[in-house]
């Protein structure tokens, strides 16, 4: 891959919002990524395999559970600082952004939510340094966009709960020491439990043949009467709430990871613009290249705004989550339409992964499909707009 040379476009001077911690949060993340992420990722993404080396690196940065107090092992930052951790880490790579996401948002954040001080001084720590990872299971086989069908349950058999059934397209399961596992007890009430690798009955075989985030590890839960220790039932919440809550936070920060793939696809054709002839002149004095980058930077920076404005409003608990689902549709689906854009500014090269427009744009169509569809997503703010429920 070319040497990473990106520069963080920044046309309405953002950085005067942000404090000085959150710029030098933003820095040490941005600077990390350039060393240890930008080098070696495009070959990890032609090998699908997650690079396992940069797990203590992505802990140094806080990028494992930012907002978590520093007691049980997190950074103790703000939201804005996690936003512009998980925009760094993106730029880099969707694949390594989502390893992230999933063990701050979806298991480390319902540890800290839901649990009790047991589970949180047990996992939290391990998780916030990396020694142990961390996934999340909610999605079925048969049901997606509809997990209050889910068909995973547990039973109370006195000394343990029985739990049986299996989860699909799983990011980081088949390498996580723990699981965070969405299943059904007896009444058909919704509850979490920390299930561990090992646990007899337990098996999280890897799905292969992905043409997107291929630096990322995605496999199945399978739960073959496993006996899970009551102690692991995450105590403080249970029903559909749970783990929407978690998906709140992931959210929310994949709609700063989106700006971040979106900038590096603009800040590559902007510089490639300006360096390819043909006709004797750079492209980018084409006008129909510009119009292609004025609409990116304005795209850009709108995004950036409204994420911006969510971030102080999650800093004062007054984020909805139709507000989160709005940003994270609009940014997921402004870089995908980015990376499309900067690819053909490419040309050829653009397919190539000497630079990493097309990695971006394979990746983001996961980006635009988890954690809630782009309809699904648009369907919530229908339904918060109207109050008439149009999933079924
Ligand atoms: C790489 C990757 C990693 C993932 N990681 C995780 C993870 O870590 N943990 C986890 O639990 N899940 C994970 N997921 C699963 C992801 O969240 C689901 O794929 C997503 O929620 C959609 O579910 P589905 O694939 O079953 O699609 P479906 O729900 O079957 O949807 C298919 C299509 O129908 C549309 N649709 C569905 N219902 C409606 C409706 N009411 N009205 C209109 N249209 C509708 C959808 O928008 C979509 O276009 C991951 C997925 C991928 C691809």
Known sequence: MKPDLFEAPDYYNLDDLLTEEHKLVRDAARSWVKREVSPIIEDYAQKAEFPKQIIGGLAGIGAFGPYIPMEYGGAGLDQISYGLIMQEIERGDSGVRSTASVQSSLVMYPIWKYGNEEQRQKYLPKLASGEWMGCFGLTEPDHGSNPSAMVTNFKDKGDYYLLNGAKMWISNAPFAQVAVVW???????????????????????????????????????????VKVPKENLLPNKSGLGAPLGCLDSARYGIAWGAIGAAMDCYDTALRYSKERMQFGKPIGQFQLQQKKLAEMITEITKAQLLTWRLGTLRNNNKATSAQISMAKRNNVDMAINIAREARQMLGGMGISGEYSIMRHSMNLESVITYEGTHDIHLLITGLDITGLNAFK
Not at 191 to 220: C, D, Q, Y
């Open 183 to 225: 299943a059904k007890d007896e009444a058909g009430r919704i509850h979490g439990l920390i299930v561990e690798r090992g646990m007899e009955g337990f098996t999280t075989p890897e799905t292969h043949n992905k043409w997107s985030l291929r630096a990322s590890a995605t496999g199945e839960l399978i739960f073959d009467n």
